[in-house]
């Protein structure tokens, strides 16, 4: 049996988070800082952060293409917070979604909340809210996950998920559990 490698797209923002989730979950995390970083990888995280400073990232080390190319490939991504801006429709195309940026208003205005959220068994999930979009528009294949006050904040379209939010930061695990369980790679 091999390990599952999980890339994090590491130009800015909390992905040292998800790299702890990942690897306490058995997998193993490698840091994307270049398109050579996507070579051999069964999943990938698009991390928080702020999502100005991650396209000037992606463009300086010319990734959006490389990244379009894996997301082509269906294999499971995970976006939170600006990692869901960062896969919409104004910035890499991969999901059809418009994400709206600081939806909810600026860092005085971050909340918490527990969530329903389809396709995920067990309790609620204690979501963290911080300068969070929501998704404004979606297309047909767009499935919501999870909605605040009727605004989707989680979304699927094949093997994509977006979060308004933040489980990384919560110990939420179950995200990041179903992103492995999509690899069909076995675990050590």
Excluded: W
Excluded at 50 to 66: D, K, V, Y
Excluded at 118 to 145: D, M, N, Q, S
Aim: glycine share 12%.
């Amino acid at each position: 049996m091999s390990t599952q490698t999980v890339g994090i797209l590491a130009l800015q923002g909390d992905f040292e988070a998800h790299a702890r989730m990942l690897d306490s979950l058995g997998a193993t995390s490698r840091l994307v800082r270049v398109p050579a970083d996507l070579g051999g990888l069964d999943a990938l995280v698009l991390p928080g952060g702020e999502s100005t400073t991650m396209t000037l990232g992606i463009e300086r080390e010319r990734l959006a293409e490389p990244l379009r190319a894996f997301a082509a490939t269906g294999k499971p991504i995970l976006g939170t917070c600006a990692g869901m801006i960062m896969l919409d429709r104004g910035h890499l195309g991969i999901l059809d979604i418009v994400a709206e940026r600081n939806a909810f208003g600026r860092q005085l205005h971050s909340f918490e909340a527990d969530l329903e959220v389809g396709g995920l068994a067990g309790p609620p999930v204690h979501a963290v809210f911080i300068r969070a979009p929501l998704v404004a528009e979606h297309g047909p294949e767009v499935e919501v996950l999870a909605a605040v006050d009727g605004d989707p904040v989680a979304v699927r379209q094949g093997a994509i998920v977006a979060l308004s939010f933040h489980p990384e930061l919560y110990g939420e695990t179950r995200f990041h559990q179903q992103l492995l369980d999509q690899t069909g790679v076995e675990r050590a």
